[in-house]
């Protein structure tokens, strides 16, 4: 059975730091690209970054570049996302997805696998 957990988040003040990571388990994940998304409350799950299954290629949303950087550790079938700078409009339920496809991708729909999320509050 495919499980995905992420874990790392918390309560922060502006400015500060979280690193989240996403532990998947059940199938070879190291060959298939991973991303987060978050959902603030009463909006759509949005895309944060995604990265391909060897770590090659990344990509952000606009509003994170410069200060998220997401990374992965195929040995041991996880992936982080270091967050820095953070603001409180970062502040939002963050999910790790796992995709069955080649490349990367930015769209909520085209991932396969998804964890429960945890949450990040950024005070102001």
């Known amino acids: 059975q495919v499980q995905v957990v992420e874990s790392g988040g918390g309560l922060v003040q502006a400015g500060g730091s979280l690193r989240l990571s996403c532990a998947a388990s059940?199938?070879?994940?190291?060959?298939?690209?991973m991303g987060w998304f978050r959902q603030a409350p009463g909006k759509e799950r949005d895309f944060v970054a995604c990265?391909?299954?060897?770590?090659?290629?990344?990509q952000y949303a606009d509003s994170v570049k410069g200060r998220f950087t997401i990374s992965r550790d195929n040995a041991q079938n996880t992936v982080h996302l270091q967050m820095n700078s953070l603001k409180p409009e970062d502040t939002a339920d963050y999910y790790c997805?796992?995709?069955?496809?080649?490349?990367?991708?930015?769209?909520?729909?085209?991932?396969?696998?998804w964890g429960q999320g945890t949450q990040v509050t950024v005070s102001s």
């Open positions: 990265i391909s299954w060897n770590g090659g290629r990344t």
């Open positions: 997805a796992v995709g069955v496809f080649a490349g990367t991708r930015k769209s909520v729909e085209e991932y396969d696998y």
């Open positions: 059940g199938r070879t994940f190291s060959d298939y690209p």
